[in-house]
């Protein structure tokens, strides 16, 4: 992907997004993570869908993406449905179709392959709604709007964090890459290489993509690189925090836990907690607020009729065309600025903190 764009930090062009927001008018949203968050209490005349992609590849989607987008929704006083696919293409089309069905004007997927994508915005499209790309672009596509964070970036960051744990010493690195269907995983991926394969010291013995960034799969996968290598995997390069976990989960089997650094993305709660106990490097932080408030302003936008406020283009390389774009700067998180992710709402302390951790966020600095 050929990138059109300034590194700019996105505000949240007007919205108040705090997660402490009152969350969607059907009580029943947050019980079940594939039902629908309906909101009735609109002040406009468009509604606004969005299909979330699983709950197996990263706990962000409902952890921290469907509160964010319910907040946002409820204070621009919009009509919302909010559905989970469960990492189901079938099930993300039927969705949509029943979202096209009901009456939504704006249309807004992460999509969980591009094939897919592409076909739900084609008859989108073909009924008049709108569709933009919430996280992950699609090739192929006809979204009007791609917002995200700057992909190719976060692999940098992820490069040069592992680089800054493993120093300028001889280092054999594994590299565990999210789903091959993902054109996220491939610019994390690319981002990553980029960095490290500049170091003439690291050296990489394996490498394979983790299908549905499956976490179970990534474990037998890494084990697999591992045993590969005869044991001597010096790093990590994990594309987020659950398949960095799967990677931990291995390397404490072989007593190398905290000795071989791993790297990850999403700041979750394990993610930090790992990062706190030494046994991840580095994890990349992307505020769900933030990419919430986003997408919120543009849907908004398509919804009054207007355009939205852009940082630039993202090519897509399969559709041939320059999809306007709103991509937002992610952070390296480390065991001293874990404390960042809690300051913006990120995380709860009070989840981070248990247990074990407690004294180590302590030590952090973090209350």
Sequence with gaps: MKRKHSLVLVPLLGLSMALTACGSDDSDSGSDSGS???????????????????????????????????????????????QNAEGDAERMTQIADTM????????????????????IQEKAKSQGVATIDYDRLTL??????????????????????????????KANIVYLNGSPTDNNATLFAEGAHSVLDEISNYTV?????????????????????????????????????????AAISILEGNGQAGKVPVTGQDATVEGLQNVLAGTQCMTVYKSATQEAGALADAAIALVNGEEAETTGTTEDTEGGREVPSILLEPQAITKDNVGDVIDDGGQKAEDVCTGKFADLCTEAGIS
Excluded: H, M
């Design 36 to 82: 629908s968050s309906d909101s009735s209490s609109s002040e406009g005349s468009g509604k606004i869908g969005v299909i979330l992609p699983d709950t197996e590849s990263s706990v962000r989607w409902e952890s921290a993406d469907r509160p964010a987008l319910e907040a946002a929704f409820d204070e621009a006083g919009v009509d919302y449905d909010i």
């Design 100 to 119: 096209i069905g009901n009456g939504v004007t704006v249309l807004a997927i992460v999509n969980l392959d591009s094939e897919s994508g592409a076909a």
């Design 140 to 169: 192929g596509g006809s979204a009007e709007y791609y917002v995200s964070f700057d992909n190719t970036v976060v692999g940098e960051l992820q490069g040069q964090g592992l680089a800054d744990c493993l120093g300028d010493k």
């Design 205 to 245: 013995v394996g490498e394979q993509a983790v299908p549905d960034w499956d976490n179970e799969e990534a474990a037998t996968i890494f084990q697999q690189l591992y045993t590969a290598a005869d044991g001597k995997v010096d790093g990590v390069l994990a594309a987020n925090d659950g398949l960095g976990g």
